[in-house]
């Protein structure tokens, strides 16, 4: 059965990092690209950063461009977002989420359950 399934997430002070991990199963990570997503109370989803396939080209919203990092251990079939210098505003529920191929422009066909980030003093 193909899942997704996020975790890392908690409350944390303005200032502070937090790691998100997307451990995947029931495929292969190494043929698809996987894409971060947040939604924020009263808001639309929004893409956060995506990862391509093993040759691992990455973009990101420029909101978070110099703050996250994301990468991928497809050894351990799972995803990362390093979240550092995290904002108020940063507070989201989480998602990770597959891509159709190898690339990020594809559309999305798996989502995860998601994981609540919440940054306040």
């Known amino acids: 059965q193909l899942q997704l399934v996020e975790s890392g997430g908690g409350l944390v002070q303005p200032g502070g990092s937090l790691t998100l991990s997307c451990a995947a199963s029931?495929?292969?990570?190494?043929?698809?690209?996987i894409g971060w997503f947040r939604q924020a109370p009263g808001k639309e989803r929004e893409g956060v950063s995506c990862?391509?396939?093993?040759?691992?080209?990455?973009n990101y919203a420029d909101s978070v461009k110099g703050r996250f990092t994301i990468s991928r251990d497809n050894a351990k079939n799972t995803v990362y977002l390093q979240m550092n210098s995290l904002k108020p505003e940063d507070t989201a529920v989480y998602y990770c989420?597959?891509?159709?191929?190898?690339?990020?422009?594809?559309?999305?066909?798996?989502w995860g359950q998601g994981t609540q980030v919440t940054v306040s003093s």
């Open positions: 989420a597959r891509r159709r191929g190898y690339y990020c422009s594809l559309p999305v066909d798996y």
């Open positions: 029931g495929f292969t990570l190494d043929y698809y690209a």
């Open positions: 990862i391509s396939d093993s040759t691992g080209i990455t």
